[in-house]
């Protein structure tokens, strides 16, 4: 399979307990969209059919309005030694009573990994007292913890509640808690923000690969499967893979012809991408402004004069992507000789 992917993230529902400006999925308490508990089940058991899929995530909106239902899906991955993470906003840390009966639910079903998201926007539905609680019931579970703080020019959240909190410190020191400043992303909200220089995606040491394209593959709600986990995969048609309503993930994974741009994405990312549309169109624009990754991709998706100048001059750099692509050993990207032969470039 030209795809192999490591993980399977499932955007269980579009509903949250919050309703953040900027979300990238836009949603809120109201949004009741999901895909259906039976189908979650099912696609759990296509991807431990997938032999490179090691791990899967849980997601939304808030993957805990599932109540035991999300226990039972943790189970249900772990029965087939796939690894488990959450991704959720904490609501339900009210108390630490609440917080520790809640996580251990998860826990013995078979959690490995939890994720929270907090911050300016995030902590106006959800108390970063919350998160906290829920944050140190899990860590003292030893379960692998991540904290997700939003930033922006001119913020105004503690973050400091958490850098600076010894108990979590001593979690951080020992391995079992990760707390990480992420940029929050403009995304068709009303409060407008502005960013450091700093953050721009066009600084050099900013261009990064995209490690998720081709490495994860996402289920959303409307059963689409998309062939990363990105922030406005929703928004680009051309990540799509297809749906899976009526197909399993292997069939429609084993469907697709090697996709010359997505591949380009996942060995250089996509402000190398443009930098190379620059150098044969030097009047072009970047989108210096671009401060996520996921931003500066879907610029490269959705602009006539980049798909132009690709379509114009990707054979000069096809070998070279292809030959990065199969040097990707520790996604499993090694393939036969007819894979080159099988490129059929999106730009043709």
Not at 261 to 282: A, C, N, R, T
Not at 309 to 315: A, T
Request: proline share 2%.
């Amino acid at each position: 399979m030209y795809i192999r992917p490591q993980i399977l993230s499932l955007i269980t529902t579009h509903q949250c307990t919050a309703a953040c400006d900027h979300c990238c999925f836009h949603c809120t308490p109201k949004i009741t969209k999901s895909i259906p508990i039976e189908r979650l089940h099912t696609l759990i058991d296509e991807a431990s059919e997938i032999g490179s899929i090691k791990v899967v995530v849980f997601t939304g909106g808030e993957c805990f309005l599932l109540n035991r239902n999300l226990d039972d899906l943790i189970k249900r991955a772990t029965s087939y030694n796939l690894k488990t993470r959450c991704v959720t906003n904490g609501y339900w840390g009210t108390s630490k009573e609440s917080a520790t009966s809640r996580i251990r639910r998860a826990y013995d079903s078979g959690l490995n990994e939890i994720n929270f998201s907090t911050g300016t926007f995030h902590s106006k539905y959800v108390k970063k007292e919350y998160v906290l609680n829920a944050a140190l019931a899990s860590l003292e579970l030893k379960m692998r913890t991540v904290i997700n703080i939003e930033i922006f020019k001119g913020d105004d959240f503690n973050a400091d509640f958490f850098l600076k909190n010894e108990i979590l410190n001593s979690y951080q020191k020992n391995g079992l808690l990760t707390i990480q400043r992420n940029v929050w992303m403009h995304n068709e909200g009303e409060i407008d923000f502005e960013y450091e220089r700093k953050h721009t995606r066009f600084e050099e040491k900013n261009k990064t690969t995209c490690s998720t394209v081709l490495n994860v593959i996402t289920v959303n709600p409307d059963q689409n499967l998309i062939a990363c986990c990105g922030l406005h995969l929703e928004k680009i048609a051309d990540l799509s893979l297809g749906s899976i309503k009526n197909k399993t993930l292997k069939e429609v994974i084993e469907s697709q012809q090697p996709d010359l741009l997505k591949i380009w994405l996942h060995v250089e990312g996509p402000e190398k991408i443009l930098d190379f549309i620059k150098s044969h169109h030097p009047e072009y624009e970047l989108p210096v402004n671009s401060v996520h990754i996921c931003e500066t991709c879907l610029h490269l998706y959705t602009d006539d004069i980049a798909k132009k100048v690709l379509s114009e001059n990707y054979k000069l750099i096809e070998e070279k992507i292809l030959d990065k692509y199969y040097s990707t050993l520790a996604l499993g990207y090694l393939s036969d000789n007819k894979f080159e032969n099988e490129v059929e470039s999106v730009f043709a």
